[in-house]
């Protein structure tokens, strides 16, 4: 299969190129080459052919120097470029990296007891006063949930399947740094493993989200498991 890959050089985008490129044909999309996903006449003729679009390319966590602003252009209007590009294109299916931080888990912000995908959004459960962070905590967090909500729309009116992967705080082969009260890491052997699960399923998913981790106790990953045969290391 041609499959596009934006963020293309960035940890998990090289290691997942790493896994796949003999099986398949990748295409590369990254900021480095000059290849910004917010340019989307050069992103829309980079997916020509492509039948699958794995989107990493994302402001990856909160940074103080970076405003809701910034990461509304990058993590909002670069995924309505990308799904834009893919109808265009008429991509069979879109498969975007989203976050743990989906539900609120980060810094300074009040983070559920447990997680699963039903687990309630932040704005959905917590007082604005009830807050001790910064600025880029929410906006990283809010700007996934808008994020998803973008795709929704697309994949709910079958334009092309989307399949939503919440990564956790992904590590490298070797370290391990929990993140939060409750834990949360993900190995990146994981992280590869259900992208490649997420790109070779051939059943048909128009709009699934997934919550990702390592075996870790009051996250749920069962559905991953029975979907897509998820099987953590």
Known sequence: MKILITGSSGFIGSELIKQISKKHDVVTYDLTNDQNILDYEKLKKAMEGCEIVVHLAALRKPYEDKTFEDYFNTNCRGVFNVV????????????????????????????????????????????????????????????????????????????????????????????????????????????IQILEKAIQLKKELWYETFTITDEIPKVDISKAKKILEYKPE
């Open 84 to 191: 834009k590009a893919a109808e265009a294109n008429k991509v069979k299916k879109v498969i975007f990296t989203s976050s743990t931080s989906y539900y609120g888990a980060e810094n300074g912000i009040p983070m559920p007891k447990s997680i699963s995908e039903d687990t309630p959004i932040l704005t959905q459960r917590t007082k604005i006063d009830d807050l001790n962070c910064r600025d880029c905590d929410v906006a990283y967090s809010t700007s996934k949930v808008i994020a998803e909500q973008i795709l929704a729309n697309y994949g709910l009116r079958r334009k092309f399947q989307v399949i939503i992967l919440r990564l956790g705080p992904t590590r490298k082969k070797g370290e391990h740094r929990p993140f939060g009260n409750l834990k949360l890491h993900l190995k990146i052997e994981n992280a």
